[in-house]
């Protein structure tokens, strides 16, 4: 399995439109001030070409929004963002090729930040798949570039020229973690280290228009990573879905395994195919793990796309229980995402290794914000 762990020490954005407001986290705050063992912030970005709001300029300022956050949560825990292991995953944060078109996409990047369009309250977007505010939300130079991308990637599979907002997601937040400690003496949470670019999730099939989406974000290298494509994507052939998995040394004798992932929202029995190709690979992959270390942690995260309230969820608590997991955050009345119909619900989760949940831990609401239909969830753990 190839390794794509980059240390990022490009210049990333200074501004940021529609940024997080500060929100006191809820839910179980009884760690001490002490250093947690894990701190995880996962995110559903809303990066959907044609769909969300400045598709091609959006998605790329979200990694800022989430670093900001997740220091948020800590300061209002009243804890250092020094972890053992502090983790940031996204999803739907699509590349897809552009080829020659490659310099438009910047171009319409630029006149995007510039003069961004604002669909959608200040809260949250209007429902993701409303087709008629398609062209209020990308605008006719956004709409061409995005066009002209597809109809690249379609007919030349091959095309040099990725358009990938996960490096400039990457790269902000690798240039925020070397600013100065805060005014109450901690330092920013960093996370330099990125496991899901140069390409490592994007298919070559005509069909297969975007890649996976999905980024992960650590303060510390992993040791081995990749990513493996979904069996069963029936619903969504367009998009290249799978997981992202990567290694992080704890200690001599200890793993961590970080797996994150996006499955379908076209029905239960799509996904239910997913999570049974997703269970054999991690348990072929602690397996693994374990012929050289004495144990492994598991952190499971992302847009899981089951309702906490739905009877699927059992199912879901079933396969996560399998794999010796606990979930470890708890979303209030609103959910983690807004349907196109305006309905909330809980789709996006953290599941953790008992080894983790035996100390203590918190969840932590985060805000709302116009960057995403959903918000970012996040936990800090402490082990026992």
């Given at each position: 399995m190839g390794r794509q762990h980059v240390p990022l020490l490009i210049i990333g954005l200074t501004g940021l439109q529609g940024g997080p407001t500060r929100s006191a986290p809820i839910g179980i705050p009884v760690l001490d001030r002490a250093t947690p063992s894990l701190t995880i912030g996962s995110w559903n970005v809303w990066g959907m070409p044609y769909i969300s709001t400045n598709a091609i300029s959006r998605t790329g300022i979200t990694g800022l929004a989430a670093q900001r956050q997740l220091t948020t949560a800590l300061e209002g825990l009243d804890l250092d963002g020094n972890a053992d292991l502090s983790l940031l995953v996204f999803q739907e944060a699509w590349a897809y090729r552009s080829g020659p078109s490659l310099p438009l996409a910047s171009l319409t990047r630029y006149m995007e930040r510039k003069y961004p369009r604002h669909v959608g309250s200040d809260a949250e977007p209007s429902g993701a798949k409303n087709v008629g505010v398609i062209p209020r939300r990308?605008?006719?130079?956004?709409?061409?570039?995005?066009?002209?991308?597809?109809?690249?990637?379609?007919?030349?599979?091959?095309?040099?020229?990725?358009?990938?907002?996960k490096i400039e997601i990457a790269a902000s937040v690798a240039s925020n973690a070397t600013r100065s400690a805060n005014p109450a003496g901690r330092k920013h949470v960093g996370h330099p280290f990125a496991v899901g670019l140069d390409s490592l999730s994007m298919s070559l099939k005509p069909?297969?228009?975007?890649?996976?989406?999905?980024?992960?974000?650590?303060?510390?290298?992993?040791?081995?990573?990749?990513?493996?494509?979904?069996?069963?994507?029936?619903?969504?052939?367009?998009?290249?879905?799978?997981?992202?998995?990567?290694?992080?040394?704890?200690?001599?004798?200890?793993?961590?395994?970080?797996?994150?992932?996006h499955v379908s929202d076209e029905g239960a029995p799509e996904r239910a195919l997913q999570f049974s190709q997703l269970g054999r690979a991690m348990s072929s992959k602690i397996a693994e793990i374990e012929l050289t270390r004495r144990g492994v942690r598991v952190v499971l995260a992302g847009d899981l796309n089951t309702r906490s309230d739905s009877d699927e969820y059992a199912a879901l608590a079933r396969f996560t229980a399998g794999l010796g997991l606990i979930r470890t955050t708890w979303a209030d009345r609103r959910g983690t995402m807004k349907s196109p119909e305006l309905e909330y619900g809980e789709i996006d989760y953290v599941f953790v290794s008992e080894a983790y949940v035996q100390g203590r831990n918190a969840t932590v609401q985060l805000p709302w914000t116009r960057l995403s239909d959903h918000r970012m969830i996040a936990a800090v753990v402490r082990a026992g």
């Open positions: 990308n605008g006719a130079l956004g709409l061409l570039s995005l066009s002209l991308s597809a109809v690249i990637g379609w007919t030349l599979p091959f095309s040099l020229g990725l358009w990938d907002p069909h297969k228009l975007v890649d996976s989406g999905l980024l992960i974000l650590a303060n510390k290298e992993a040791e081995d990573s990749g990513f493996t494509p979904y069996q069963c994507t029936r619903g969504e052939a367009a998009a290249n879905k799978g997981f992202l998995w990567a290694v992080y040394p704890t200690t001599a004798s200890l793993a961590t395994l970080v797996v994150t992932t």
